[in-house]
């Protein structure tokens, strides 16, 4: 089946996009990369998206992240659409944005990378392609995946945040708690044996007495 799983290589495809001519491993260089598909141009969700991703540009980039957007269309549509999306932000009408956006006229990117959307369909009854979501490391491999349905707008505020723990994570012994924000307390992960915790979190290990009596939440300062 195509598409991509957790753990799985970004594959080192070659593209047409707004900004030129790309190899996606080149593209990525060895920074983390955030990959997002649209069902296609000069739709109001996808306006509504781009533009916030437009204006978060400064944010990913901060966070070393290579931005870049797949739609369904072909370059000269994606240049024209970008002058709608940058007067939607109140900025000048300019055919270019922060990140580049990938051609994908005949879908063989969509289609390859699992991102076709078998419920939601043009007006020729083709499918449209989902809102996906991949975050690859300076690995190269996959570390995050979510799938909207073409009809519900993406959360960028959430996506950042799952990179900021993702990052954090791979630096750290730590995993992030439900609604964890960045500054909030995190949990050290069950491998961590109590003796080396101390070592590894000077901010100190608080444990969470439970009935169970084991003793599997453990809290510490986000470690810097």
């Known amino acids: 089946m195509p598409g991509l799983l957790l753990g799985d290589d970004a594959p080192n495809f070659q593209a047409d996009t707004t900004h030129g001519p790309i190899h996606f491993h080149e593209f990525l260089g060895s920074s983390w990369g955030i990959l997002f598909s649209h069902p296609r141009d000069f739709t109001p969700v996808c306006t509504t998206e781009l533009g916030r991703a437009a204006k978060l540009a400064p944010e990913f980039a901060r966070r070393n992240i290579k931005m870049i957007a797949l739609s369904i269309d072909d370059v000269s549509d994606h240049l024209c659409w970008s002058k709608d999306i940058n007067a939607y932000n109140g900025d000048e009408a300019k055919e270019k944005l922060p990140f ?97 915790a101390k070592k590894l979190f000077p901010g100190g290990v608080h444990t969470k007495e439970l009935p169970s009596g084991k003793k599997y939440l453990r809290y510490t300062p986000q470690p810097q």
């Open 100 to 196: 580049p956006i990938i051609a994908d006229s005949k879908r063989e990117l969509a289609v390859q990378l699992g991102m076709l959307d078998p419920d939601e369909r043009d007006k020729d009854g083709i499918p449209l392609t989902a809102r996906v979501v991949f975050v690859f490391g300076p690995d190269k491999k996959l570390k995050l995946s979510i799938l909207y349905p073409a009809t519900t707008g993406r959360n960028f505020d959430e996506i950042l945040r799952v990179v900021d723990s993702l990052q954090l994570t791979a630096a750290q012994k730590v995993a992030t708690p439900v609604d964890w924000k960045p500054g909030d307390q995190v949990m050290v992960i069950p491998s961590v044996p109590d003796e080396e």
